[in-house]
């Protein structure tokens, strides 16, 4: 009777102290099948080039746009896409990507899929509020939703990894909305 007893209050107390958090998996839009058609998006790009290449003497390059070479010859990827912004940033207790950070991302594959020795750490941070707990459990489905998102755009896995922050790692200090607002986002890290 005693065992019966004592397993039935360790069975209420697990139960008991289970979290009722649940986060839903992570929405995000297919663009693949838009966004790329069968491989003609590199025709496109040598028409480009060879178009340039035939007006280059009348065209000078500015020099922003040159890459940095490191000591084997090959381009420096360590800075990412030039021009493009680094951070994605999210709704309160959100793991949706917003379409507004859409042309981002898709430059950021861009720039994955063009340089296959680019390795990406996507870094998800949330604000203040919230659990210790919970705020690194947001934060790691905000950067598994941009990893989600740049996978679908034809980017090798194995390119990305992901952390968690949580509320850690403040981009702006403060405890008014504009600056939780701030601290809502991924952040793209190349190395």
Do not use: W
């Not at 922003?64 to 084997?72: D, H, I």
């Amino acid at each position: 009777m005693n065992k019966t007893v004592i397993s039935l209050l360790l069975a209420i107390l697990v139960t008991a102290c289970a979290s009722g958090v649940k986060l839903n998996e992570v929405p995000v839009v297919d663009k693949k099948a838009s966004s790329v058609s069968n491989g003609s998006s590199n025709s496109g790009m040598s028409d480009i080039n060879s178009s340039a290449s035939s007006s280059s003497q009348q065209v000078q390059q500015p020099k922003s746009t040159v890459e940095p070479v490191n000591s084997l010859g090959n381009e420096n990827t360590s800075a990412g896409p030039a021009n493009v912004e680094k951070v994605v940033y999210f709704d309160y207790d959100s793991f949706t990507v917003k379409p507004e950070f859409q042309a981002t991302i898709e430059a950021h594959a861009q720039f994955l899929k063009s340089n296959g020795r680019a390795k990406l750490s996507l870094e998800g941070h949330t604000d203040e509020r919230g659990g210790r707990e919970y705020n690194l459990a947001l934060g790691q489905k905000r950067a598994d939703a941009v990893r989600q998102s740049l996978t679908l755009l034809g980017v090798n896995a194995g390119q990305i990894e992901t952390v968690s922050f949580g509320e850690e790692k403040p981009a702006v200090q403060g405890g008014d909305e504009s600056a939780y607002a701030k601290n809502r986002r991924a952040e793209f890290f190349y190395k």
